[in-house]
């Protein structure tokens, strides 16, 4: 996680932060030869939008504030469409609008997040507001992002069988 001083806060977040922990599970007394449970546990902490205007960023800390902009808008856009279909699925009747396909591509980290938002895993998200009227607006934007990702209800998919073993992590060899 990159840190960096702006106009607003001397320790600002720069970079999202991902943190990928797989788990291998092998049961007790279970056939050997059975393949391991793998589960991955991600935890990310998002880092916040910058208005320029406000920090006064220039050069690099501009580049990286359109970068974190630029991939909160698209994971807000993947959050709305994903509830723009259910929906239209909900309404079935009413309406017989083309579901719309969330921009998963044009973001790292919504491609990390698409198997989770497609019904591979859980989520839960949890948003961070300043209680000063300053900061009014950024708190506006992320409670209206917060209330669009609690709306989105993720069914479960079922977990796909595999014909082979899968190969295992390099970190369990």
Known sequence: ?????????????????????????????????????????????LA???????????????????KI?????????CLSDLRHNQLQSQNA?????APK?????????????RDYLTGSGQISVIAAVSPRLGDAVGTLDTLRFAAIANQVKVVQREAPVFRKEPPLPSCAM
């Open 1 to 45: 996680r990159a840190q960096a001083s702006n106009g607003v806060n001397d320790d600002s977040s720069r970079s999202h932060a991902v943190l990928v922990v797989k788990l291998l599970c092998q049961k007790r007394n279970a056939d050997p030869a059975a393949p391991p449970t793998v589960t991955r546990l991600c935890v990310v902490d």
């Open 48 to 66: 916040g939008a910058e208005r320029q205007k406000k920090t006064n960023a220039d050069g690099k800390r501009l580049d990286e504030a359109r």
């Open 69 to 77: 902009n630029q991939d909160l808008m698209i994971l807000g856009r």
């Open 93 to 97: 009747k009413k309406a017989h609008a």
């Open 101 to 113: 396909v969330p921009p998963y591509r044009e973001s790292r980290i919504t491609m990390l997040f």
